[in-house]
């Protein structure tokens, strides 16, 4: 049970960092974006591969 746990954070940690690299694109920061959708296609692999 506490796997599932840990693959439903990192998805939502994923998400959450997806919803960062909208805002920071929209802000102009094009470099933060990138950095941001790294860590987020990293957590989504992570979560999507844990479960």
Do not use: T
């Not at 094009?30 to 992570?46: D, E, H, P, R, S």
């Amino acid at each position: 049970m506490s796997d599932n746990m840990i693959a439903y954070a990192m998805v939502f940690i994923g998400i959450f960092l997806f919803a960062g690299v909208y805002s920071l694109y929209r802000q102009g920061l094009k470099v933060g974006a990138v950095f941001c959708g790294i860590g987020g296609v990293m957590a989504l692999f992570a979560g999507v591969m844990w479960w």
